[in-house]
């Protein structure tokens, strides 16, 4: 029997807790109470094993390195608070090179030599679309946090998700109105010649010309391209604006030699903070872009109204006001980007959660549960802001960032609604089957 302070034998002597619980778990013919069943079930229970398909080399190995960051400390906050479903969550980390092919088999690898349970958090659209179909034949869900509108589109398959980050598609008819009204009406885009470049390169244009504009030239460039000053040419005379979305190691020479180009005199700007992560605004030669705007999904460096949440996440993570590794300025963070970690694990612990999953044997379930959800506040999970989720083309929708540099940072001027980015729907996976 007990009392609200301690343990005692049938005898009413006092038994230390230990003792108890060693007591009870031994005694077989007593019964023993539900609550301690739970916590000894807790205690013993294999961890959730998440693959996490990172871009440790390659050309996104600034983002994996800021990826991975992101998710230790997510996973770390929803460990100390519980786990999910009583299991802590474990991450499995596999290097896919930033390359399509090495994607496919590190899915495979997940699936078939760690067991683990999902793959998560790849970023570049090219290893998503190779490796997308990997997930889809071996029936593990894949959780991407990409960006691109390969998911979105439906050219993916039921097993991949995007719930955490928005896509292009959404983003650029966010921004499209802003750009003609502020920045030119006359637009030359540069993009990487690839799947993400593409989705810019095939939705900005009919949204600028909704907003008044029209885009005079759109000018691919290799994302392996360590030099760019032959491709300026193409640039119209008439250009009023430059759109740059331009990835890799190379974008600080990119813009540099952009500056050189054309000097004090040359269009507007208005680019993809893409051009710029993990990249320090105040780099030499980078005086060029003073007074230009970026898209941000998630502001680099910390905004007057910033909320509880999103202070609390950007302490989790570690980085300062400025966006770089507390306690290394050198060390500037994918902040526009990594958010979308934080929050894509906290939508597979609500699904989980829905879904009672217990296992592998509990994957399709885990779709149809994340399939099933809808919305998700602004708070701890959704640092970024609030989300709409559409579950028939297993996309997210929220709010998007235009800042301005000025002063050597970035300041959020233009913060977009959820609805400005919505589009209709061009695919159904809830149609396939799981």
């Given at each position: 029997?007990?009392?609200?302070k301690?343990?005692?034998?049938?005898?009413?002597?006092?038994l230390?807790?230990?003792?108890?619980?060693?007591?009870?778990?031994?005694?077989?013919?007593?019964?023993?109470?539900?609550?301690f069943?739970?916590?000894?079930?807790?205690?013993?229970?294999?961890?959730?094993?998440i693959?996490?398909?990172?871009?440790?080399?390659?050309?996104?190995?600034a983002?994996?390195?800021?990826?991975?960051r992101?998710?230790?400390a997510?996973?770390?906050?929803?460990?100390?608070?519980?786990?999910?479903?009583?299991?802590?969550?474990?991450i499995?980390?596999?290097?896919?090179?930033?390359?399509?092919?090495?994607?496919?088999?590190?899915?495979?690898?997940?699936?078939?030599?760690?067991?683990?349970?999902?793959?998560?958090?790849?970023?570049?659209?090219?290893?998503?679309?190779?490796?997308?179909?990997t997930?889809?034949?071996?029936?593990?869900?894949?959780?991407?946090?990409?960006?691109g509108?390969?998911?979105?589109?439906?050219?993916?398959?039921?097993?991949?998700?995007q719930?955490?980050?928005?896509?292009?598609?959404?983003?650029?008819?966010?921004?499209?109105?802003?750009?003609?009204?502020?920045?030119?009406?006359?637009?030359?885009?540069?993009?990487?010649?690839?799947a993400?470049?593409?989705?810019?390169?095939?939705?900005?244009?009919?949204?600028?010309?909704?907003?008044?504009?029209?885009?005079?030239?759109?000018?691919?460039?290799?994302?392996?391209?360590?030099?760019?000053?032959?491709?300026?040419?193409?640039?119209?005379?008439?250009?009023?604006?430059?759109?740059?979305?331009?990835?890799?190691?190379?974008?600080?020479?990119?813009?540099?030699?952009?500056?050189?180009?054309?000097?004090?005199?040359?269009?507007?700007?208005?680019?993809?903070?893409?051009?710029?992560?993990a990249?320090d605004?105040?780099?030499?030669?980078?005086?060029?872009?003073?007074?230009?705007?970026?898209?941000?999904?998630?502001?680099?460096?910390?905004?007057?109204?910033?909320?509880?949440?999103?202070?609390?996440?950007?302490?989790?993570?570690?980085?300062?006001?400025?966006?770089?590794?507390?306690?290394?300025?050198?060390?500037?963070?994918?902040?526009?980007?990594?958010?979308?970690?934080w929050?894509?694990?906290?939508?597979?612990?609500?699904?989980?959660?829905?879904?009672?999953?217990?296992?592998?044997?509990d994957?399709?379930?885990?779709?149809?549960?994340?399939?099933?959800?809808?919305?998700f506040?602004?708070?701890?999970?959704?640092?970024?802001?609030?989300?709409?989720?559409?579950?028939?083309?297993?996309?997210?929708?929220?709010?998007?960032?235009?800042?301005k540099?000025?002063?050597?940072?970035?300041?959020?001027?233009?913060?977009?609604?959820?609805?400005?980015?919505?589009?209709?729907?061009?695919a159904?996976?809830?149609?396939?089957?799981?």
């Open positions: 029997m007990t009392d609200r301690g343990f005692f034998d049938l005898s009413g002597n006092r230390s807790r230990r003792t108890a619980l060693k007591g009870l778990a031994a005694g077989a013919g007593l019964a023993v109470a539900p609550g069943v739970r916590y000894a079930q807790a205690q013993s229970s294999e961890p959730i094993r693959g996490f398909q990172a871009h440790r080399t390659g050309i996104g190995a983002y994996g390195r800021w990826y991975e992101t998710t230790n997510a996973v770390k906050a929803i460990n100390d608070a519980g786990g999910i479903n009583g299991r802590p969550i474990e499995i980390v596999e290097d896919d090179g930033t390359d399509a092919a090495r994607g496919a088999e590190v899915v495979a690898k997940f699936a078939n030599q760690h067991k683990t349970d999902i793959v998560y958090g790849t970023l570049f659209s090219h290893v998503v679309i190779a490796s997308a179909p997930a889809g034949e071996l029936k593990i869900p894949y959780y991407v946090v990409s960006e509108y390969h998911v979105a589109s439906g050219k993916m398959n039921r097993w991949c998700l719930p955490g980050i928005t896509d292009v598609r959404a983003q650029v008819t966010s921004v499209a109105p802003w750009i003609a009204a502020n920045a030119g009406k006359k637009v030359t885009m540069i993009f990487p010649d690839y993400f470049g593409y989705d810019h390169r095939d939705y900005l244009p009919p949204a600028i010309e909704k907003a008044g504009g029209k885009v005079v030239a759109q000018i691919a460039i290799p994302p392996t391209e360590s030099s760019f000053t032959k491709y300026f040419p193409q640039i119209p005379a008439e250009t009023e604006v430059i759109y740059h979305v331009m990835v890799g190691p190379a974008v600080l020479t990119f813009v540099k030699e952009l500056g050189d180009f054309y000097g004090s005199n040359g269009p507007k700007l208005f680019g993809f903070i893409d051009s710029l992560e990249v605004i105040n780099s030499p030669g980078l005086e060029y872009l003073d007074g230009s705007h970026f898209w941000e999904g998630s502001p680099r460096y910390a905004q007057a109204g910033d909320s509880e949440a999103e202070k609390a996440y950007r302490a989790a993570v570690g980085i300062d006001d400025n966006g770089a590794a507390v306690g290394d300025a050198k060390d500037v963070s994918t902040a526009a980007h990594m958010f979308g970690c929050e894509t694990l906290y939508v597979i612990k609500k699904a989980m959660e829905d879904a009672s999953y217990k296992g592998p044997q994957r399709a379930k885990l779709v149809e549960a994340t399939e099933a959800l809808t919305e506040a602004e708070g701890p999970e959704h640092p970024q802001g609030k989300k709409v989720f559409n579950g028939k083309i297993h996309q997210v929708f929220g709010s998007q960032n235009i800042s540099l000025e002063g050597g940072k970035l300041n959020v001027v233009h913060k977009t609604t959820i609805e400005d980015g919505l589009y209709e729907p061009e159904d996976y809830t149609t396939q089957p799981l």
